[in-house]
Structure formats: structure tokens, C-alpha cells
């Protein structure tokens, strides 16, 4: 009879370990699933209070309320966000909440048997599982005082991008009371759940191995829960896990791409430049707002020297540009490679822009004032891995590096190429920290808005450095075109200055500027009065892919379209077609947003 008893003891957590992994193997996508998942929550938070002997009275329900309430609060804050989060979402999270007040029930009511004597050890390890149990969703919470926005996966991706020391710069660079508010508010709410667990009364009913094999149910329902939970805190961290396994994903597919590249029909050059030793020039900004540039009518005079070469007729400037997202890694995931947000082309099955210049005979450069991450790996370093050339000229931990931006202009210049090359220079820009990126000579603005003249210096700097790139491509007899886009804008007020969870128009308004040398004139002149027609076009910049196979000629790229080519007469994109936020959103809907 012992034995049939341990037997059920033993085999209770494995069954219901078993029944919860097919539950969340399902998603709970189905009415079935999630009232299985809905009904074995509540059987075993009752199961929790009865083995437990909990005394019923005022501090009891006074501290499941505040240990509730804890862990609801973050759908609270999503509903009154206005996010996609309905009656069923929040219902799955209440369950998962009593799961996660059973797991603690269960284990105070073990920590407080008679026979054990060890106190201070006791104590310790309560404390030690409130902490645990609390800690994700205080963290989502407390971002939430600090931001007024709920951590979303595209933060978490931000910060795995970063290593200690940028993280630390990010701190310091963002800290306001709010912050300390939150942290104040994490505190404040984790020992109120701590006192008041403290002060439920519970004698376990059951023996401790009829307990333990219940705390194993808890534990087995927990972590299967991890990788698929619909709690919203969970979603996010499972979501976040994803995107970062696809950019991982992107690196090992990168040989099988250039294999199938090796093997690609039908990919050429016009006959036009199939021939033409061109060199072609790409510079990508970081954090520039056009509507902060002077050249598309800002009244400050921030690009000055841009403004002579459109009067001089050297470069074509397009003024209904957006980005298709305000950060970094995923805009530039899109605009370098053949992913856009107007067909189903997945990043890690794309090629780069790099990969198809390199299979006709282009030799290719990436040059960066940015940070070349080692463990923190980005796509954008992967892309630039194509490369035949990598030079990176911030070696430091740090985000300012060593150098400013004309560094990349020096460095531009030893570049010996008498064969066609794509060359592709990645700024600092405007990067935050606003005042670190100009040197003192080019701190021009002046007012009591310091956040401001700091902003627009890295503008007026970022103006000198582009032309510069400019100056210096001229110079070479084989120089065809350039093309200066900006990654996304920036909103200089906003912790972060981009944050898509708070998006504003100033954080995707990109410019966008095209310079074309006498000699692509001449040999394209077809797609040269189109780069000047297409001036007011809208456009966003995951199709700047698009738009450089396009000048440099390339034919045969797989699944590319007309429609999404600027210089294209089928081109069809306008101010209603055009997506955002990686296709979830429309220019109409964010310009309204403040």
C-alpha cells in the first residue's frame, strides 16, 4: 500500500509535468487547450491552499491580493497602453499567476516544518523565492515608471547588442529621477510582497512528501511553461529568444547563400556597365531627422553644404523618405539585404547587398566608426563579414570609440581601387550622446536648449563628413554615384531618442540623397532623369536594396519587383501604400502620434 502510494506521489508530477508540456505545445490557441490549462491552474492553486493549511483570514487575502496584483499589473499597464492584449490573454496570465502563488505557498508551507531548526536559513531561502517568483514582472513594471512604455522584445534586443561598458555609457547617459523612481518602486513593492507573505499562518496538512511531490507538479508546470508561455512577460523574452536565434541563423546560412549565388542564372549587369571599372559609394547615417536638415527645411542652416551641391545640380535629394523601423540593427537588417516589408522574404534567407555586388565582380568595402561586437554579434556585423574589405576604426569598448567621423573619410581616401567596387561607409552620426560626436570646432549652435544644439551639431558635422566622402570620390576617375541614407531619425527629447514602443514621425522621417558623377549620367541616362523625377516620391528605406542594384544595373536578382524599384517606371508606392514598423503601421497612423 506504501509503495502505491509513493508510486502516485512519484508519477503525479511526470503526468502533469507531461499534460502542461502538451498544453503550451499547443499554444493555447484553442478553447479546449485553454480551458484544460484554466481548469489544472485553479486544481492546483486549490490543492496548494488545502495541503498547505492555510489560515483564513485578512492577511491571507491581503497578501494573494498584493502577490495578484503584482503579476497582473503588467496587463494593466498593456490594456491602458492601448496594446493588442484581450479578456483571454489576461485570463492566461491569471493563471499562470496562481501556478506561480501556488509554487510559493507550497514552498513556505515545507520552509516552516517544526523539525527544522535552521531559522536564518529558512528566512533566506523565502526571501530568496519571492525574489525570483516577483523579479520579471517587477522588472516590466518598474520599466514601465522609469519609460512610460512596457519593455518590449525590441529593447531587450537593443541591449543584447550591447556589451557591459555600452550599457554602463547607456546608464549614465539616460539616468533621470525616473529612474530612480523605478528602482525605488521595485524595492518598495518586492518587500511588501515579502512582509506580507510573511505573515500568512499555514500548517502543512499532508505529509512532506505528498507536499514535495506537489512543489515537483509546480516546479515541472514552471519551467516547461518558460519557453512557450503566454504570460506577457514571457511573451516577450519568447519572442525576443526568436528574433535573436533568426540573426544567428542568418550567420550559418551565410556559405549556403554564397553557394547558391555561385549557382544563380541569370544574374548580370547591363550591358551598359558590365564592363565599367565603377566605383559606387554608399554612406549610411545613423539617428539623422530630416526634418532637422536644413536642405529639407529646417530653419536651421544644419546642412549647408549639402544645400550648394542640389543647387549645383550634384545631388538629388528626396524628401518622403521614412524608415521602416527607428532602430538600428532591424532597419539596416532590411535595407541591406533583399527583406522588405512589402513581401515575405525572410532576413535570414535574404542576400545582402554586399553578396550580389560580390558575385559580379565588384570589390566590396565596409568601413564603420562603429563597434565591430564580438560575443554581441549584430546581423549588421554579419553582413558586414561579406565584405572583401572590413576596416572598423572604433577598436575601444566604448560607443564614442577613439575617433570622429572623418576618420572614415581618412581612411576612405588610402583606398586604392581601379576596378568597380561598392564601397559602404557606416557613420557614427548621431548617434546619442550628442555632444561626444562633434568635435569642438563644429559645436555651432548655441542656445539654452543644449539638447538641441547638440543634436543639430552632430547634423551640421555629419554635413561636412558626407561631403567630404564626396570630395574624395570625385577624385577618382572611376567614380559613378553615391547614395547617403540615414538608418532611422531620432527624437532628441526621448530617453534613447528612438524607441518603437513611443514612435514619433521624427524618429522614421530618414533623409535620403542621391549624387551622380557626369560619367553615370552618360552611360545611364535613362534612370538618371529618373533619380531627378523621382525626387518627391515616397519611399522607405527597407528598399534601398532595391534602389542600389538597381543603379549599379544588376538584372535577374531572385523575387525582385518593379513595383519596389525607385527608378523603375512600374514603381507604385505612395503616401498610402507606404508601410511602417515593419509593415504594422502607415505614415497617416504615425504622424498623428506626438
Excluded at 526568436?242 to 544563380?264: G, H, P, T
Aim: hydrophobic fraction near 45%; glycine fraction near 4%; aromatic fraction near 12%.
Amino acid at each position: 500500500m506504501d509503495f502505491i502510494r509513493f508510486s502516485l506521489k512519484a508519477a503525479c508530477p511526470v503526468l502533469l509535468s507531461l499534460l502542461y508540456y502538451s498544453i503550451y505545445g499547443l499554444s493555447l490557441r484553442s478553447y479546449v487547450s485553454f480551458s484544460v490549462y484554466t481548469l489544472s491552474s485553479l486544481t492546483i492553486f486549490i490543492a496548494a491552499l488545502y495541503f498547505s493549511g492555510i489560515k483564513k483570514d485578512i492577511r491571507t487575502l491581503a497578501a494573494f491580493f498584493i502577490y495578484l496584483f503584482t503579476y497582473m499589473s503588467v496587463y494593466l499597464i498593456a490594456l491602458g497602453l492601448n496594446l493588442n492584449t484581450n479578456l483571454i490573454d489576461v485570463v492566461k496570465g491569471l493563471d499562470f499567476s496562481l501556478i506561480s502563488l501556488s509554487f510559493v505557498i507550497t514552498s513556505i508551507a515545507l520552509l516552516g516544518q517544526k523539525n527544522c531548526h535552521l531559522s536564518f536559513v529558512k528566512g533566506l531561502v523565502f526571501v530568496i523565492i519571492v525574489i525570483l517568483s516577483l523579479l520579471l514582472p517587477l522588472i516590466f513594471e518598474s520599466y514601465f515608471v522609469a519609460t512610460g512604455s512596457l519593455l518590449s522584445s525590441d529593447i531587450i534586443i537593443a541591449l543584447a547588442q550591447t556589451n557591459p561598458q555600452e550599457g554602463k555609457e547607456f546608464f549614465l547617459s539616460n539616468v533621470s529621477l525616473s529612474w530612480g523612481v523605478a528602482f525605488l518602486f521595485l524595492v518598495f513593492v518586492m518587500l511588501l510582497n515579502i512582509f506580507a507573505l510573511k505573515r500568512v499562518q499555514m500548517s502543512l496538512r499532508v505529509s512532506k512528501s505528498s507536499a514535495f511531490s506537489l512543489l515537483l507538479c509546480l516546479i515541472g508546470a514552471i519551467v516547461l511553461a518558460l519557453p512557450r508561455m503566454d504570460y506577457l512577460p514571457f511573451s516577450v523574452v519568447n519572442v525576443t529568444s526568436k528574433q535573436l536565434d533568426n540573426f544567428n541563423k542568418y550567420k550559418e546560412l551565410k556559405n549556403i547563400r554564397a553557394q547558391k549565388l555561385s549557382k544563380l542564372k541569370g544574374l548580370t549587369q547591363n550591358n551598359e556597365l558590365a564592363d565599367d571599372p565603377g566605383l559606387y559609394v554608399v554612406v549610411v547615417g545613423e539617428s539623422n531627422n530630416a526634418s532637422r536638415m536644413s536642405v529639407f527645411g529646417a530653419v536651421r542652416n544644419t546642412f549647408p553644404l549639402l544645400k550648394k551641391r542640389v543647387l549645383n545640380n550634384e545631388a538629388f535629394i528626396y524628401k518622403n523618405v521614412y524608415s521602416s523601423w527607428p532602430q538600428t540593427v532591424q532597419a539596416l537588417s532590411y535595407a541591406l539585404t533583399q527583406a522588405n516589408q512589402y513581401q515575405s522574404i525572410d532576413v535570414v534567407e535574404s542576400y545582402s547587398l554586399i553578396e550580389i555586388a560580390k558575385s559580379l565582380g565588384f570589390e566590396t568595402y565596409w568601413l564603420s566608426n562603429q563597434r565591430k561586437f564580438g560575443m554581441y554579434e549584430t546581423p549588421i556585423t554579419v553582413i558586414a563579414s561579406t565584405a572583401d574589405h572590413e576596416i572598423w576604426t572604433n577598436g575601444s569598448a566604448k560607443m564614442e570609440g577613439v575617433y570622429y567621423d572623418y576618420e572614415l573619410v581618412k581612411r576612405f581616401k588610402k583606398i586604392k581601387v581601379d576596378k568597380k567596387a561598392l564601397i559602404i561607409i557606416h557613420l557614427m552620426g548621431s548617434h546619442q550622446k550628442y555632444d561626444r560626436r562633434v568635435p569642438n570646432e563644429f559645436k555651432t549652435f548655441k542656445t539654452e536648449d543644449s539638447v538641441i544644439d547638440s543634436y543639430d551639431d552632430t547634423l551640421f558635422y555629419t554635413d561636412y563628413v558626407v561631403d567630404s566622402i564626396y570630395k574624395e570620390a570625385l577624385k577618382n576617375k572611376n567614380f559613378r554615384a553615391m547614395v547617403y541614407f540615414s538608418d532611422h531619425g531620432e527624437d532628441p527629447y526621448l530617453m534613447g531618442g528612438h524607441d518603437p514602443e513611443n514612435v514619433t514621425i521624427d524618429m522614421l522621417h530618414v533623409p535620403l540623397v542621391v549624387y551622380l558623377s557626369d560619367s553615370y549620367k552618360k552611360l545611364q541616362p535613362i534612370k538618371a532623369e529618373m533619380f531627378k523625377e523621382r525626387q518627391n516620391a515616397y519611399f522607405s528605406n527597407d528598399l534601398i536594396f532595391n534602389l542600389v542594384i538597381s543603379m549599379l544595373g544588376i538584372e535577374g536578382v531572385p523575387d525582385s519587383e518593379n513595383r519596389l524599384d525607385l527608378l523603375h517606371k512600374e514603381y507604385d508606392i505612395n503616401a498610402d501604400s507606404l508601410k511602417l514598423m515593419y509593415g504594422k503601421n502607415t505614415l497617416e497612423n504615425i504622424k498623428k502620434q506626438k
